[in-house]
């Protein structure tokens, strides 16, 4: 559907959608090779792309975001981010050995 919304046309839209799969296979596989050389450093780009894929999931696929915003918007938004810093540093706190 973010293919067809984006301007694909059906056939292409079916042409490139297993094509990001087969490359995230490749991805995963290579992860998976490379665990035991990077474990230290996975929480990092773990974290990293978790902030980007919500980022997407604000800016991009929720229109209506865009459209709104200012000082209300901030009345809601900063409070929830604080929250969701602060439930990740507690389960950080509770899960470390």
């Known amino acids: 559907m973010i293919l067809l919304d984006s301007g694909f046309s059906r056939s292409r839209a079916l042409l490139f959608n297993p094509l990001s799969s087969i490359t995230s296979l490749a991805g995963a596989l290579l992860a ?10 996975v ?6 792309s978790a902030g ?3 980022y997407i999931a604000l800016a991009d696929l929720v229109p209506g975001r865009r459209t709104t915003g200012g000082l209300r918007s901030l009345v809601w938004e900063l409070p929830l981010m604080l ?4 439930a990740i540093l ?6 470390a050995h």
């Open 90 to 95: 507690a389960m950080h706190r509770l899960t």
């Open 83 to 86: 929250l969701g810093v602060g």
């Open 32 to 41: 998976y090779l490379l665990l035991p050389v990077v474990r230290p450093s």
């Open 52 to 54: 980007c894929f919500i």
């Open 43 to 48: 929480p990092y780009p773990l974290a990293a």
